[in-house]
């Protein structure tokens, strides 16, 4: 029995002086991020220092995602809310409106610093090249709204991700100031990767022999301005909506007239349109990832990149 109790004591000595270092040792950093993307970017730039969360699921894109009550304790709970702040997160709106005292200086917008001028607004496609004026850009519908509505998809530039990842680290460093050499160093390492992948990027596309491409909808401006690609269409002007049979029709002479190659599908949506559009055609079809879904971790942004080019010199070289 004095062999049990002494065993009793060391357990309890061994629970006390747990909790007490437990205690002692400070919380780490809570982040939560909107999307994909820029959870993969806070991982980089957290390394082990801070924790970091999605607030999505991993197969729920921003398109489809319903705000719940359990989401608005998990905001709240969070030291950082990293956002890409173009209009993707609709459904974040209202819960931020309505905490805004409790959460302002917890927000985080990856696109903060991005100038107005090299930001597309919707819709900025059209179907007949000539249209484009001189500038680059598309013009002829204006009429319908544009320059309303940002697009929103400027993480899938390359160079832009290093604003986004900068922006991180200097809120991540204003929070937890404790930490700051290490999220510094965490983020010159990824900048540092994410020059490697932008000149890789410049290399794949430089080597193409066809520039013209279709996408499934309008998430590559900003890539394809980049790396001197042409997006001259896309099949779903609106995401979830079926196009009509006239712009399709109009889409096809586009297709024809410019000798596009391939089709490019996204693994969120439903390819049905796009190969039967792409049978028609005779022409190849293939999968561009925007990365608003998938299990993310800290590979997960350059191995998406990574595996779009393939697919571009895959279908264009």
């Known amino acids: 029995m004095r062999l049990i109790a002494s065993l009793w004591l060391v357990v309890a000595v061994l629970q ?42 991993a197969d729920v894109g921003p398109h489809d995602f319903s705000f719940r009550p359990r989401d608005l304790k998990r905001i709240k709970s969070a030291d950082l809310i990293v956002i890409n702040g173009l209009g993707i997160e609709e459904w974040l709106d209202k819960a931020l409106r309505s905490n805004a ?63 986004g990842v900068s922006n991180i680290l200097k809120a991540l460093v204003r929070i937890d100031p404790r930490n700051a050499t290490g999220y510094q160093r965490n983020a010159m390492s990824y900048i540092d990767r994410l020059q490697k992948l932008d000149e890789e990027a410049r290399a794949v ?11 499934f909808h309008d998430a590559f401006p900003y890539f394809t301005r980049r790396y001197g690609l042409e997006l001259v269409g896309v099949i779903e002007e609106v995401p979830g909506v079926d196009p009509s049979p006239k712009y399709l029709s109009s889409l096809l002479k586009v297709v024809r007239s410019r000798k596009v190659r391939a089709l490019f599908t996204e693994p969120q949506f439903s390819p049905k349109l796009a190969n039967r559009l792409a049978r028609d055609l005779e022409i190849g079809i293939g999968e561009l990832d925007v990365m608003e879904t998938g299990a993310v971790t800290a590979e997960f942004y350059e191995v998406g990149i990574r595996r779009n080019l393939a697919v571009l010199q895959k279908y264009l070289k």
């Open 101 to 163: 005292r409790d959460l302002t200086n917890k927000l985080v917008r990856t696109s903060e610093g991005l100038e107005a001028e090299f930001i597309y607004h919707l819709p900025e496609l059209v179907l007949d090249p000539a249209s484009r004026k001189k500038d680059g850009h598309s013009h002829a519908h204006d009429h319908i709204g544009a320059g309303e509505q940002p697009n929103p998809h400027v993480w899938l530039d390359p160079v832009f991700a290093r604003q």
């Open 16 to 57: 006390s002086a747990t909790a007490q270092s437990a205690a002692a040792e400070p919380q780490r950093v809570q982040v939560l991020c909107s999307l994909a993307p820029l959870a993969s970017w806070a991982l980089n730039v957290a390394g082990d220092l801070a924790t970091v969360e999605t607030l999505l699921p």
């Open 205 to 215: 596309v430089e080597g193409l022999a066809e520039k013209s491409v279709v996408t």
